[in-house]
């Protein structure tokens, strides 16, 4: 037994020996089994397409090594190869569509003159008006898209438009993949394509009151920013944007907003001039460093006392952009004291300890004292008591489908950050408001609407448009505000009032270690005002 041993000892040492030379004794701690076989495989066949490599050896496949070569090849078993149909993959097979690798991205958003020049303003009513524009929408191929055709994704998950309409985009070469033409939306699409779809763009109206500078000097920019202006690109919204605006008009560039406010408050809104100097006041705002003090009008007579509301704070939709009063919400703060009061209404001041989404206006409204004109927390959709100590006598999908239902009927989805594309079956059934108060409501902003509404035009057959890729071009340079393929186009909107952009919500002043900015006091706040 013994002998067996030190027979087989040394024909494991003489197969150590021959198979070094050949570099298949791997060192230890490398990697080895059936895991490492893709990787290597991978690795090896990339120079193959880079070089064109045709002829010779398969890649992997050991150059001699010294006069023991023969031997070790005639000991060993074959590495198994390649797996050709991957090869062929990688390099295009005969009729199978290539999907270049995605490009590298910048870090960040900056928008420079190119996207400023898209389009200019125009002033009308009191309103700051964008013309309309082409624009191309541009994203690469999501993980639940692979697989699936580019009907099933537009006739899914961009309802806007009936499927007839990207037949016609089609048609006009307005659809683009991997930078080639679309033909047949029938293709299927893979992992890491790349689409571009070019639209015929028309933004909302806001206020055409200017954003005036408060302050500026190498490190920040502070602005007071009016009621109705988004802070930066979202929705609908691009030229019409606090970012957009001091591009264009202010040569304020590249600039990093050190925190938000909602489109339709108004007030003190700072930007940093560098990465630095944000993550600075980025890290005082972790640490509670910051103090934030707001002003508004609420219904009736608040408490003359100072109050001070910690009920927690739950995202009801991220979506819709509505939360409300929860026990499994997150814990926050606001401290309110009441400025004065005209009989009707109270103007209070608000400090936020904490910084929940919409936190002073779900705080004002759990109290019994919503904001005067809020479109979302002083609506009929809460119920009778309209929130007042959290009491909403329906679920949340109930809720917001009246909400929804409310502006849709009034065409102010803007107000809730939608359009129509991002409205999904169970929030558009507004023939069923869930409650008699709710239906109630809606059948006299039906009525409204109908009468302030200007009229849709005859929508012609959208498959019977046919322009081709080169008249596109053209029909696009000819006359970039009209598109025989836009919907909005036909669309005569009723323009919003100045003052129906205005809600009484106003971010008075920000204090931080080193800084205060201060912006003024809004009209509807002075004690005299009488606008309720």
């Known amino acids: 037994m013994w002998l067996g041993c030190r027979g087989w000892l040394a024909v494991l040492v003489r197969w150590h020996s021959e198979l070094c030379p050949l570099g298949l004794i791997t060192s230890r701690g490398s990697c080895a089994g059936p895991m490492a076989e893709p990787f290597l495989v991978e690795s090896e066949a990339a120079p193959a397409q880079q070089n064109g490599v045709a002829g010779g050896p398969p890649l992997g496949t050991p150059a001699p090594a010294g006069p023991d070569a023969e031997l070790g090849t005639r000991e060993r078993t074959p590495a198994p190869a390649a797996d050709p149909s991957r090869r062929k993959k990688r390099r295009g097979a005969a009729g199978e569509r290539v999907v270049p690798p995605p490009k590298k991205r910048r870090t960040g958003v900056s928008f420079g003159d190119e996207h400023f020049a898209e389009t200019s303003y125009y002033f009308e009513g009191g309103l700051r008006k964008v013309r309309p524009y082409y624009f191309d929408f541009r994203t690469y191929c999501k993980g639940r898209w692979v697989g699936q055709s580019l009907q099933h994704v537009f006739s899914t998950e961009f309802r806007a438009q009936p499927l007839a309409y990207y037949e016609a985009a089609v ?142 704070i739950l995202v009801v939709s991220y979506k819709v952009g509505v939360c409300r009063v929860d026990p499994r919400g997150k814990p926050c703060e606001t401290v309110f004291q009441r400025l004065n009061y005209n009989g009707h209404s109270s103007v209070v001041r608000c400090r936020p300890l904490t910084g929940r989404t919409h936190q002073i206006r779900v705080h004002l409204q759990f109290l019994g004292h919503p904001i005067l004109n809020d479109p979302i927390y002083n609506s009929v959709a809460w119920g009778p008591s309209r929130g007042r100590g959290g009491h909403i006598p329906k679920t949340d999908e109930e809720l917001l489908r009246d909400l929804v239902a409310e502006h849709q009927a009034k065409q102010s989805l803007d107000v809730l950050d939608l359009c129509e594309s991002d409205l999904s079956p169970g929030l558009t059934d507004s023939t069923a408001p869930s409650s008699e108060t709710a239906r109630h409501s809606l059948d006299e902003l039906a009525t409204a609407a109908q009468k302030m509404d200007g009229v849709v035009e005859a929508a012609p057959d959208l498959s019977t448009v046919a322009i081709g890729p080169e008249k596109a071009a053209e029909s696009d340079m000819s006359d970039p505000e009209t598109d025989p393929l836009c919907t909005e186009c036909r669309l005569l909107r009723q323009d919003p009032s100045p003052q129906d952009l205005v809600m009484f919500l106003h971010a008075l002043r920000y204090k931080g270690p080193d800084f205060e900015y201060v912006s003024p006091m809004p009209a509807w706040a002075e004690g005299d005002w009488q606008g309720d």
């Open 171 to 312: 048609r006009a070469g307005r659809l683009r993949l991997n930078e080639e033409p679309v033909r047949d939306l029938g293709i299927v699409l893979k992992d890491n394509d790349f689409l571009r779809n070019t639209v015929h763009r028309h933004e909302p109206p806001v206020t055409a009151e200017p954003i005036r500078l408060l302050a500026e000097n190498e490190d920040v920019v502070v602005v007071d920013k009016p009621s109705s202006i988004p802070v930066h690109p979202c929705g609908r919204f691009r030229h019409n944007t606090v970012i957009f605006i001091l591009g264009k008009e202010h040569q304020l560039k590249e600039l990093h907003p050190l925190h938000r406010l909602d489109r339709l408050t108004s007030g003190v809104l700072m930007f940093a001039k560098r990465a630095a100097i944000s993550e600075k006041i980025h890290e005082q705002v972790r640490d509670r460093q910051l103090e934030k003090e707001y002003v508004c009008r609420v219904e009736g007579e608040f408490p003359a006392t100072e109050v001070t509301c910690k009920e927690p």
